[in-house]
T-cell receptor, first 113, second 114 residues
């Protein structure tokens, strides 16, 4: 079965420290990979995507993600966390030959002052 | 600014009383999606329209229907809401169904069933 896994329900980090939110995928072929962020009582906002090419993808708000084919991972990173980054983060994939997003279960990021 | 708008943001309905949620977009995107999201879980796709073509997910209950009268608007109708239908309903759009296109989400409508 095709799936996306986010192994951490919650990640806590101090403001100013680097953050990583983990995502692994299990889909056929070379997938399209996305990160979305959801602030309280809001819809999801697109952060970045990997389609092809450079494995390091840069996105909105200083976030970046690295596609690692051998580890089937697409971890979200930011060099210096802000309190305002606190939100729910979803990794998602669209497997080849489909058009539907497969979401991970979400990771709540809490950045402490 | 181009955007996806959902009205109302909060909706309270009674058990069994039909309710309609609306979504509009100024992005002129071909595809519109409806998702159900419960308690910070991952959104669950209910159905989507590619232009006027309706695509229902196999596990979407018959209680849920949708209409897309034109490119800009899409409606979610819940014919007989049950307590289990209380959730956040998210509308999203994308330029096309090709997988490279990201989806743009509205702010959601939180539905309460009493």
């Amino acid at each position: 079965a095709q799936s996306v896994a986010q192994p951490e329900d919650q990640v806590n980090v101090a403001e100013g420290n680097p953050l990583t939110v983990k995502c692994t995928y299990s889909v056929s072929g070379n997938p399209y990979l996305f990160w979305y962020v959801q602030y309280p009582n809001r819809g999801l906002q697109f952060l970045l995507k990997y389609i092809t090419g450079d494995n390091l993808v840069k996105g909105s708000y200083g976030f970046e993600a690295e596609f690692n084919k051998s580890q089937t991972s697409f971890h979200l990173k930011k060099p210096s966390a802000l309190v305002s980054d606190s939100a729910l983060y979803f990794c998602a994939s669209v497997p080849i030959n489909t058009d539907k997003l497969i979401f991970g279960t979400g990771t709540r990021l809490q950045v402490f002052p | 600014d181009a955007m996806v708008i959902q009205n109302p943001r909060y909706q309270v309905t009674q058990f069994g009383k039909p309710v309609t949620l609306s979504c509009s977009q100024t992005l002129n995107h071909n595809v519109m999606y409806w998702y159900q999201q419960k308690s910070s879980q991952a959104p669950k796709l209910l159905f989507h329209y590619y232009d006027k073509d309706f695509n229902n997910e196999a596990d979407t209950p018959d209680n849920f229907q949708s209409r897309r009268p034109n490119t800009s608007f899409c409606f979610l109708d819940i014919r007989s809401p049950g307590l289990g239908d209380a959730a956040m309903y998210l509308c999203a759009t994308s330029r096309d169904t090709q997988p490279a296109y990201e989806q743009y989400f509205g702010p959601g409508t939180r539905l309460t069933v009493t």
